[in-house]
């Protein structure tokens, strides 16, 4: 019982064992989302400055429209990533369930389908097909204990060589009116085009459910420590198998704007996309480790890469230059996130 | 077969033990882990298991915790035989063993793995969403953990930032909170240094005195002779020795664990 009293006079040195890591580490993990806010207010002022046309509508919605797509299979993608997963199909399966989707337009509208029964199959279609593709890398992954990298990087190849397959590898142009109309269609005099509120919508929605639900909650935990999470009783295996049909699902919605964006469906849409995808999750400050990321810091990673992109454009700087400008980001992003996270866990 | 019969405690309930195990054995092939092994576990009552390595500790732990079937034997709770077949088994029925670190996530705020798997959300449409009770799990978590008197940053402090006192604190803390009976611990000490050490013996004495029975696992002697009731050697998979630390002297334990004590059993026995 001697113990007793010396455990309590011990405690100040508990408290004091967080001032042993290094103050620049401890530094960087207080600003956590912060400095990647203040890099892309940073590439803005400069691309402002170097072409004042960046402040332009013009700029705005091109700028904007690009995103929407990497901002929906981002969000999808943080979520695999968190549970230290990652999904290479994303991409593959936007041009999956793009092309499933126009083609099962293109029949109704041939055999002269009401546009109502058209639009409705048609994007069910698509939101099913990327579903799927997200339910059987969930299914892969869990059931026969395989690896995310190696299961999506099949789904990738095989889903594309399905797509190509819908159409003899040829685009469909054939889509009612509704779905056209929904790429150009917007709203506040023009400045907010409807994919883009989607878009938005869906990393709004999803960021509340990762950071305020149970379900978010057993994300991270999955992505933490999977073994600890399977002795709280969580199911991990169902539980994956929803994350990745989360994935897949928002792939499909993402193949529908696009579709609707070009007025066409593609087999080429969503190509390396996912590279794009992963690249905002982890400008975010996601660990590929799993266990962290947000959705507020995977948007920040969109804007970036997104801001990036046009800003090169307009200060014309060649395409190729702009490959190797952003994915030297992608490096600089991840490097920085190291040594934060370093700081966080000993 | 051991002839040494654990003796009911002095210290927690008399009656029946809130877990009993009953001529239990563990055989991998030809090799016998563990041979006819009886123990009782008491409320309230903090129960030391000794031995070298290999004289099979984890097994036994792993028995009562559900992670592994007996080949032959009964373990009762409360009386009742019960068979557990996974560790969530064993956890339903009040039994909760606590890891150096394994259970918790680090990424994870402290409250968020003190309700990990059952999570408190929100009455009415949003809670069946899964919207979490953010502010009710918090204030859950700083009452229990002031239970376990050990301090803590902050409920909201993620358990990566802690040390391993706190770790261990949050750990207990939680199969506390859930409601168990009986709480095995498996080395919680082995990682940590000295002041931590003697918080964690502290925190388990707290545990213990909510009449909650502790099985100790440890190397850590000296602790072992210090906070427990009663001392289990088990040698060679066979329990020989039941002693309790008032009545022996520390180097008895030790002799018991290498051996050199069985030998001249029937000298000690009657001290058990």
Known sequence: ?346 | MSNIEPAPAERGAPGTPRVEVRDLTKRYGSVVALRGVNMELYSGEIVGLVGDNGAGKSTLVNIVAGALPPTSGTVLVDGQPVTFRTPIDARRAGIETVYQDLALAPDLSIWGNMFLGREKVVAGPMGRLGWLDRKEMMERTAEDLDRTKIRIPSVAARVGRLSGGQRQAVAVGRAVAWGSQVVLMDEPTAALGVEQQAKVAELIQTVAAENIAVLLISHNLPQVYEICHRVLVLFRGEIVANLRPSEVDIDDIVGWITGSAVAARRLHGDQA
């Open chain 1, 1 to 346: 019982m001697s113990v007793s009293d010396e455990p309590r006079e011990a405690a100040p040195a508990d408290a004091t064992q967080g001032d042993s890591i290094p103050a620049f580490q401890r530094f960087m993990e207080r600003i956590g989302d912060l400095w990647t806010l203040g890099v892309l207010i940073l590439l803005i002022v400069i691309f402002g400055i170097a072409a004042p046309s960046l402040f332009t509508k013009a700029a705005w919605l091109s700028t904007s429209s690009y995103a929407v797509e990497y901002l929906i299979l981002a969000v999808g993608q943080t979520f695999v990533i968190i549970t230290a997963g990652i999904d290479l199909s994303d991409g593959a399966a936007l041009g999956f369930s793009g092309m499933a989707g126009a083609l099962v337009m293109e029949h109704l509208i041939n055999s002269h389908a009401s546009d109502t029964l058209t639009v409705i199959l048609g994007i069910a279609t698509m939101l099913v097909a990327g579903l799927l593709v997200g339910l059987g890398n969930g299914l892969l992954i869990t059931r026969l204990k395989l690896p995310p990298f190696i299961v999506t990087l099949g789904t990738l190849t095989a889903v594309t060589g399905f797509t190509n397959l819908l159409n003899h590898g040829t685009e469909i142009t054939t889509l009612p009116n509704f779905i056209t109309n929904l790429g150009t269609a917007s709203i506040l005099s023009g400045w907010l085009p409807i994919p883009v509120l989607i878009a938005l919508a869906v990393a709004v929605i999803f960021g509340f459910v990762l950071a305020r639900t149970r379900f978010g909650l057993r994300t991270y935990a999955i992505g933490s420590n999977e073994v600890g999470a399977r002795r709280a009783g969580i199911r991990v295996d169902r539980h994956l198998v929803m994350v990745y049909a989360i994935s897949g699902l928002l792939a499909g919605l993402a193949g529908l704007l696009v579709t609707a964006n070009f007025s066409s469906a593609t087999p080429l849409a969503g190509n390396n996309d996912e590279l794009y995808a992963i690249a905002s999750v982890a400008i975010g400050g996601a660990s590929i480790f799993g266990g962290r990321g947000t959705i507020f810091g995977t948007f920040i990673g969109t804007a970036i890469l997104s801001v990036l992109t046009t800003g090169l454009v307009l200060t014309n700087v060649a395409p190729f230059w702009q490959q190797v400008a952003i994915g030297f980001v992608v490096i600089a992003a991840v490097a920085i996130d190291r040594v934060r996270t370093r700081a966080g866990t000993d």
